[in-house]
């Protein structure tokens, strides 16, 4: 959760109201080397969604979050090309504020029905997250 802190900041710090929450926000995931999330996304592919003596659920949920980190990085990358979405400009502080709520709803949504025991329905995610936890039990990918 430290990105999307990162882009509640600037909104934040407008408000006194909210001054002190910033220096809750962690800030480790920014000190990590950038080749970091490629490898533990590959590493937790690979140990946990694919490996067969895990619950599918379980499976279903790694991957599920695996595809919501990526999500929230191709949406970093693509808005950065959109010159009035700048992090500490106007516009782009209630932007990133928005990308930010967003992701946050809908992560503590999938861990809500992570603890309930039932598949989340995210529209694209989820049937993607679903078809990478079957490909290891057997079923042929699609031509």
């Known amino acids: 959760m430290s990105e999307p802190g990162n882009y509640l ?27 970091f999330p490629i490898s533990y996304n590959y590493l937790a592919i690979m140990v946990v969604v694919k490996n067969k003596d895990f619950p599918l659920i ?27 979405i700048h992090v500490n400009g106007t516009l782009g502080m209630y932007y990133w504020a928005a990308v930010a709520l967003t992701y946050i709803i809908i992560t503590m949504h999938s861990i809500r029905c992570a603890l309930l025991g039932t598949f989340s329905n995210i529209p694209v995610i989820s049937v ?14 699609p031509f």
């Not at 002190?20 to 080749?35: D, E, K």
């Open 9 to 35: 900041g600037p909104l934040l710090k407008k408000f006194k109201l909210f001054e002190y929450v910033i220096f809750y926000i962690p800030g480790a995931v920014n000190r990590l080397p950038i080749w």
């Open 128 to 141: 993607s997250a679903f078809l990478h936890s079957l490909f290891s039990l057997g079923f042929q990918r």
């Open 58 to 84: 379980f499976r279903f949920h790694v991957m599920t979050a695996m595809l919501l980190v990526t999500a929230l990085q191709i949406v970093s990358v693509a808005s950065n090309f959109f010159p009035l």
